[in-house]
Nanobody, 119 residues
């Protein structure tokens, strides 16, 4: 059974940093694309960043140069992180971890973690 559990959200002032974590289990690491999405109040969920294990990271234009997605193997788990720097009030949203199996195209989602950036 695939599980994704996010953590690391919180309240931060504009210009500050946060690191989101996504602890995973049940995934086949070599064919999984990990990603982060976000949903602000009253808006649709939008893509933020993604990266396959050996692939190049992709970013939404507004976060390029400020956010970094990376993964680490820790024990039997592949944990994925989103390092967010120079945060802006418009980054305020619920952030969701996403995993997509590149062979089956099955997608999995975490429960979300709130990020609030004050001006």
């Amino acid at each position: 059974q695939v599980q994704l559990v996010e953590s690391g959200g919180g309240l931060v002032q504009a210009g500050g940093s946060l690191r989101l974590s996504c602890a995973t289990s049940g995934l086949v690491f070599g064919r999984t694309v990990m990603g982060w999405y976000r949903q602000a109040p009253g808006k649709q969920r939008e893509f933020v960043a993604s990266k396959a294990l050996l692939g190049v990271a992709k970013y939404e234009d507004s976060v390029k140069g400020r956010f970094t997605i990376f993964s680490r193997f820790e024990g039997n788990a592949q944990n994925t992180y989103l390092q967010m720097n120079i945060l802006k009030p418009e980054d305020t949203a619920v952030y969701y971890c996403n995993a997509r199996d590149s062979l089956s195209n099955m997608e999995y989602w975490g429960q979300g973690t709130q990020v609030t950036v004050s001006s």
